[in-house]
């Protein structure tokens, strides 16, 4: 009998030595899983991928790039028609307004981001290994979170000082001129990377919550950018009332160096923002924590 | 140890797993076996928490997957399904995994090193072939030197070379005092490696059994001798316990005697033989008998299929 004969007699009583591993027992009882250590898998996750490094300069680069254009390529006469649309052009430019031209764009890139670093688990399996070793589930996606959320707004942050700083020599003569200085210049580009950090970690909770990196990014898009537009098929008096807390719009009261009158306050719109972020979060820690991976 | 009671899985008014108890214990290689869709890999999913069960429980060395502060150091396990990010190097992947763990690098590359996996621990995993990804997989189930290891299907996508590999590394660690669990849709392959067998088919349990009883149940395969002296060689090789038959003139099939006893009273009495071979039992066909009412996706000449095969 060839199936059997090969086989050793098993031993049921032999003592279980787990010296003979290749590792010795003194690494055994130092093992243990901890909020600290799923955030420094997410960390290493992060920045081993090389969509990770590509979407990021993407971000960066439209950031820069456009607001630095959008700068140069000023003239009072045509106003601010010839920018792209977004919530970094609204009506009256400033020269703030015009440096953060790129947000819109670099929103979209680094909601990408998010969601990839999310939904790309699920589509390339990699959340079954994910899972096993953090069976808790929920520090998974609150590392990442923590992990995407200032890294984007420190990277933001830059970028929209630099496309400022560039851009600066661009409006230089103009009546709309600021420098870093002046009030509020500060405080709005700083908002812009707040904003873009929050945006990251949205894609993150969008990415877990729908599981499919398609779908994610689709409803990123949607709720960004067609959403608005969408809303202002609305009852006009319906439309004023609701359209500040969108969260496109809501996010962008928080860098907007001047506060419209139909728009949020910045503190205001971060309060709003943020709570669309943490309500997305909890429905993916939600789904993440009761269905089966 | 893995421990399940009454496992149920439904999906909708599918039921996946059926009240599925089973001890997967150490020391030993359970071979988990069952035709494809027979609920297998829904049971290894829920064994380390991935999937819920709807009813029953499953606990890993006494407690349930996800309530141990070190999992990776209880079970390893590698799933049938791809479960790494692709634009990841392989020792990449293991550092992710072993962050979460606070496993140091050195133990990274020993697993790698012990899957065969050096010189292409920093290519993507992409670009791995199955083999290279079993192997992969195979190391992170060791990553965190588990007391068991679960392994579903491993060999698939192996060479005979990587094959061979893969039974010698599971029957060491079971001798080293590990509970070494493999699934398999292959009984022969199971029977080279395995002491006990869980035989499951449309999730229920069909068997549960160590591999000696199966190949005895299964029919015992005697052996065959083929001699001209076969009716004298017949009544010097009976005994109680021994039944003989005879199939042609010159042959004869003998149960309950080895071919070393054969052997040895054939050359006492001077009885020639030109022929003395032990009769495998077809597992496979044993097997495939115990699981023919479940198997799930049935070919329609599918009897005649088997008893060929």
């Given amino acids: ?293 | 140890m893995i421990e399940a009671r009454e496992l149920t899985k439904r999906y909708g008014d599918k039921t996946v797993v059926d009240h599925l108890s089973f001890t997967v214990k150490p020391g030993e290689v359970t071979g988990f076996l069952g035709p494809n869709g027979a609920g297998k890999s829904t049971t290894m999913r829920m064994i380390i928490g991935l999937d819920s069960p709807t009813a029953g429980s499953v606990t890993v060395n006494g407690r349930s997957y996800s309530r141990h502060s070190a999992p990776l150091q209880e079970i390893g396990t590698l799933l049938e399904a791809k479960s790494v990010h692709p634009g990841r190097s392989a020792v990449n992947h293991l550092m992710a995994l072993a962050h979460t763990h606070g496993i140091p690098r050195s133990r990274v590359e020993e697993v790698i090193e012990l899957a065969g996996l050096t010189s292409v621990a920093t290519k993507r995993v992409g670009a791995f072939s199955l083999g290279m990804g079993q192997r992969l997989g195979i190391a992170s189930a060791l990553l965190g030197d588990p007391g068991i290891i679960m392994l579903d299907e491993p060999v698939n996508g192996l060479d005979p070379e990587g094959v061979l590999w893969v039974r010698n590394l599971l029957r060491r660690l079971a001798e080293e005092g590990r509970a070494v669990m493999l699934s398999s849709h292959l009984m022969s392959e199971t029977a080279l490696i395995a002491d006990h067998l869980v035989i499951i088919g449309r999730g229920r349990l069909l068997a549960d059994t160590t591999v000696e009883d199966f190949t005895q149940e299964a029919g015992g395969g005697g052996v065959k001798v083929a001699s001209t002296e076969a009716v004298r060689l017949r009544s010097l090789l009976a005994g109680p316990d021994v039944t003989i038959t005879s199939s042609s003139e010159e042959e004869l099939l003998v149960t309950g005697r080895d071919t070393r006893q054969i052997g040895a009273i054939a050359a006492q009495h001077g009885v020639a033989l030109y022929e003395l071979t032990p009769q495998s039992v077809s597992l496979e066909a044993a097997f495939m008998d115990l699981t023919r009412d479940a198997v799930e996706y049935q070919s329609a000449p599918a009897d005649t299929e088997r008893k060929a095969a």
Wanted: charged fraction near 15%; hydrophobic fraction near 50%; avoid cysteine.
């Fill in chain 1, 1 to 293: 009998m060839p199936a059997t004969a090969l086989r050793r007699k098993q031993r049921p009583d032999q003592p279980r030595t787990l010296s003979a591993a290749p590792d010795p027992q003194t690494s055994r009882a130092s093992y243990k899983v901890t909020g600290i250590r799923v955030l420094r898998s997410e960390w290493a996750k992060f920045w081993t991928l090389r969509s990770t490094w590509i979407t990021l300069a993407v971000a960066v680069v439209l950031l820069v790039l456009f607001g630095a254009i959008a700068s140069y390529t000023y003239s009072p006469d045509a106003i601010a028609s010839d920018g792209p649309p977004g919530p970094g052009s609204g009506g009256d430019s400033d020269a703030v307004s015009l440096a953060l031209t790129g947000v819109t764009f670099a929103s979209l890139a680094i909601g990408v981001l998010g969601v990839l670093l999310a939904a790309g688990e699920y589509s390339t399996g990699m959340i079954r290994s994910s899972l096993a070793a953090v069976p808790r589930r929920l520090p998974v996606l609150w590392s990442k979170a923590a992990v995407i959320g200032p890294i984007a707004l420190v990277l933001t942050t830059l970028g929209a000082l630099a496309a400022f700083q560039l851009g600066t020599p661009g409006l230089d003569g103009e009546k709309i001129s600021l420098a870093l200085s002046d009030d509020g210049v500060l405080r709005s580009l700083a908002g812009a990377g707040l904003y873009l950090g929050l945006v990251a970690i949205f894609g993150v909770a969008l990415g877990i919550l729908l599981r499919s990196s398609a779908g994610a990014i689709a409803a990123l898009v949607g709720v960004l950018l067609i959403l608005p537009g969408l809303a202002s098929l609305l009852p006009d008096s319906w439309y004023d009332t609701l359209s500040p807390y969108f969260p496109s719009n809501a996010g962008s009261a928080i860098y907007a160096l001047h506060e419209s009158s139909d728009a949020l306050s910045p503190g205001a719109g971060l309060a709003v923002f943020a709570g669309w972020v943490a309500l997305t979060l909890i429905g993916a820690a939600y789904r993440l924590r009761k269905t089966d991976a």
